[in-house]
T-cell receptor, first 113, second 117 residues
């Protein structure tokens, strides 16, 4: 089955700096890669996603890149703000409706002002 | 955006009792719902996949007789933790995907923190 590895497990940055979180996946059939942000005691919220026919996607301060050949994808957050502090999870799936997501272990991002 | 409502948000129960958690898709029909379990500072682990009108598919290692899942309608799935024990204490999260063959996005509920005394 699919296995998703995520690094780093913790990341501390100064406000205004950029943050990068990296994930690798094992199943070449996976073609949908979302990123979720989870705040303490809450469910995950989808912040951005990318499909395998696209190499990069950007939404304001957040961007995701995908390298299908190397089976890795990354989340980039620019101009970080204290409210970006949370746990971020990458995930992968085969992209069909009704397909479960397999999650990475999460990255705790701390943005200090 | 799609809204998934999960109740209760927190429950404390005595060992040996059963607890039911509800997951509703408020503004869309969900053919498939998923139940995840999350331990403190850990990732989300898939417990089971629930399809409307059929039996749930459980992941390896998840006891189907302990974690009863019912998906009776396109907007409601329930997880019942039967004869709960302290080791069942965890954060349970449901998610749902739209009833569409092309939409793979999953939307998550706000989670239920179960504490078994």
């Amino acid at each position: 089955g699919e296995n998703v590895e995520q690094h780093p497990s913790t990341l501390s940055v100064q406000e205004g700096d950029s943050a990068v979180i990296k994930c690798t996946y094992s199943d070449s059939a996976s073609n949908y890669f979302p990123w979720y942000k989870q705040e303490l005691g809450k469910g995950p919220q989808l912040i951005i996603d990318i499909r395998s026919n696209v190499g990069e996607k950007k939404d304001q301060r957040i961007a995701v890149t995908l390298n299908k050949t190397a089976k890795h994808f990354s989340l980039h957050i620019t101009e970080t703000q204290p409210e970006d502090s949370a746990v971020y999870f990458c995930a992968a799936s085969k992209g069909q409706a009704g397909t479960a997501l397999i999650f990475g272990k999460g990255t705790t991002l701390s943005v200090s002002s | 955006g799609a809204v998934v409502s999960q109740h209760p948000s927190r429950v404390i129960c005595k060992s040996g009792t059963s607890v039911k958690i509800e997951c509703r898709s408020l503004d869309f029909q969900a053919t498939t719902m998923f139940w995840y379990r999350q331990f403190p500072k850990k990732s989300l682990m898939l417990m089971a996949t629930s399809n409307e009108g059929s039996k749930a598919t459980y992941e390896q290692g998840v006891e189907k007789d302990k974690f009863l899942i019912n998906h009776a309608s396109l907007t409601l799935s329930t997880l019942t933790v039967t004869s709960a024990h302290p080791e069942d204490s965890s954060f349970y999260i449901c998610s749902a995907s739209r009833a569409s063959t092309t939409n793979e996005k999953l939307f998550f509920g706000s989670g239920t923190q179960l504490s078994v005394l």
